[in-house]
């Protein structure tokens, strides 16, 4: 299975795997020869294929074939492959921290009206009050329904990193004044997946409605030679930079459609410049973004606000996903492990370290004795974004810091309150959350200086990008972190053609790292 998935968080992703790659999933792009297209249709339908997609740019078309239709195509001297059409997925996890971090307050946005950035993904809540007045457009899709609403958040997340608008509440994007174009293909519903015929036709209809720049927050395993040259087409003859997620798995792999040559690999750090164990790292990687705890819109109400304070202070906290909305007031009191049913915790809210069990199974333990709020601390350094795995609880859950759990321990007795509310914001992590960052400041820069092509572009990113990690390109950051003034005052000194024209070759270093999990979907 060739599929290309919103780089969403781990557990949503293995679930949209899970139930999708069913035996009746046979299908396949066809890439026939100039003018055999409708002879090809025919023969494939008589031995009982059916169409799915028509990809008319590109010579090809996508199908169910049982495997009289695959044999007979394979067969066919009309034909020069046939190829499974793999899918694509979104890509997902975690402030605004990141805009000031890729220089995009350092450069105006007033000229931004000439570029337009395609954001191939889940669609856009055009109610949201950060995203509303934006310039956008969006491409209708029979599959997946209209591109002004997201089912799935994800999209409405990465379209608030690339242009949540400076207007007072929420949070401002890379391009914050309304001037940028958006152009929204949406290719995910709530169940988070599409193929990679729908991802080349998505990108597709990225050019004919003007972009400049397309963002892919999403990705999957296996390359597609469709896609390949798709991008490839777009980047040499279209003079469209595509921006992709490097992954989330933590591992050495590519993941397409960030791999291909055509297509910028972006790297996830942190507010540290660190690079995040989930962010894969190979020989593509070619920039970095914000990609840990990144804050940003999600469709009206499908977020969640934490507050905790205690003893009249407030604590940084993270609400468990799964955990129900609510607020829980009583004395702060310590329960260990939680591993047996928490004493003397009736009415009061339970102070929980991390370990050994599940999150799920702390707070029912803290519920059972009486609990009305959990609040789960960190056993190594930082903080904890932690799920409930789907287990339903009956009161509020939050995370919090190793740090701020050893100083509650000292406070036990004090009056606390856990409340979880919904919001129009989300903390996530992800490869798809450093990715539009990248996406933004390209058209920022871009916006600057309209008559440079693409790979200029590209090459004045890669040259100004603040170098992390090892010295020089590494797999784990590529070139580093994206700058958006850095780039621009180098364009300006040295023109489209930069210095020495850059280029990307590979260098090598790093691999996955093996931690406890620190994603969003941790649930023990
Ligand atoms: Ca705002």
């Known amino acids: 299975m060739n599929k290309r998935l919103p780089i969403l968080l781990a557990s949503t992703l293995a679930l949209a795997i899970s ?32 169409s799915a997609l028509a990809l008319e740019k590109r010579n090809a078309m996508a ?12 067969n ?15 890509m997902a996890e975690t402030v605004p921290f990141g805009i000031p971090m890729v220089q995009a307050d350092q450069v105006i946005d007033a ?46 997340h990465v379209a608030g990193t690339i242009a949540a608008i400076s207007n007072g509440v929420g949070v401002v994007g890379v391009n914050p004044n309304g001037n940028l174009k958006l152009h929204i293909v949406k290719v995910f519903g709530a169940d988070g997946w599409a193929y990679s015929s729908s991802l080349v036709a998505a990108a597709d209809e990225c050019a004919s409605n003007g972009a400049s720049v397309i963002n892919m927050s999403l990705g999957g395993t296996f ?29 050495t792999r590519h993941s397409y459609p960030a791999s291909y040559d055509s297509v910028v690999s972006v790297a996830a750090i942190d507010s540290n410049k660190v690079v995040a164990d989930f962010s894969q790292q190979t020989d593509q990687v070619e920039l970095s973004g914000p990609g840990v705890d990144v804050l940003s819109s999600v469709p009206v109400g499908a977020g969640l606000s934490t507050t905790l304070t205690v003893g009249g202070n407030a604590i940084e906290a993270s609400g468990m996903e799964d955990s129900p909305m609510g607020t829980g007031s009583g004395a702060l009191v310590d329960c260990g492990l939680g591993e047996s049913t928490c004493a003397d915790a009736t009415g009061k809210v339970c102070l929980i370290s991390r370990g050994n069990i599940s999150f799920a199974e702390k707070v029912q333990a803290c519920e059972a004795g009486g609990g009305v709020a959990a609040v789960v601390y960190n056993n190594e350094p930082g903080m904890l974004f932690g799920t409930m795995g789907g287990v339903a609880t009956g009161i509020p859950s939050a995370g919090i810091s190793d740090t701020d759990g050893a100083a509650l321990l000292g406070q036990l007795g004090a009056s606390t309150t856990l409340a979880i509310e919904a919001s129009d914001y989300a903390y996530y992590n992800g490869t798809s959350m450093a990715t539009p960052h990248v996406a933004g400041v390209t058209a ?21 990008a603040e170098d992390l990690g ?39 270093s790093g691999g996955g790292s093996g931690k406890p999990c620190k994603g969003k979907n941790c649930t023990k």
């Open 63 to 74: 199908a169910n074939l049982p495997a009289k239709a695959l044999n007979a195509l394979r």
């Open 223 to 251: 390359k597609s030679r469709t896609e390949d040259q798709a991008f490839a087409d777009l980047y040499a003859n279209q003079n469209i930079l595509s921006i992709a997620a490097a992954g989330n798995d933590g591992n």
């Open 470 to 508: 090892a010295a020089g390109r590494d797999n784990a950051y590529g070139y580093g972190l994206v700058q958006a003034k850095d780039a621009v005052d180098y364009l300006t000194a040295n023109g489209c053609g930069g210095s020495s024209g850059g280029s990307s070759s590979g260098g090598s």
């Open 111 to 156: 000229m931004a009206g000439n570029q337009t950035v395609c954001i191939i993904d889940s669609g856009y809540d055009i109610a949201h009050e950060d995203l509303s007045g934006n310039n956008v457009t969006g491409s209708f899709d029979s599959g997946t329904g209209n591109w002004y609403t997201d089912e799935n958040h994800h999209g409405t």
């Open 444 to 464: 920022l820069v871009w916006s600057h200086f309209p008559s440079c092509t693409a790979s200029e572009i590209r090459a004045a990113l890669d040259n100004t």
């Open 19 to 50: 139930t999708q790659a069913s035996a009746a999933d046979d299908r396949y792009i066809i890439k026939f020869k100039e003018g055999k297209g409708p002879a090809v249709k025919a023969m494939m339908e008589n031995n009982g294929g059916r």
């Open 76 to 90: 066919n001297p009309n034909v020069d492959y046939v190829e499974q059409d793999v899918k694509r997925y979104p």
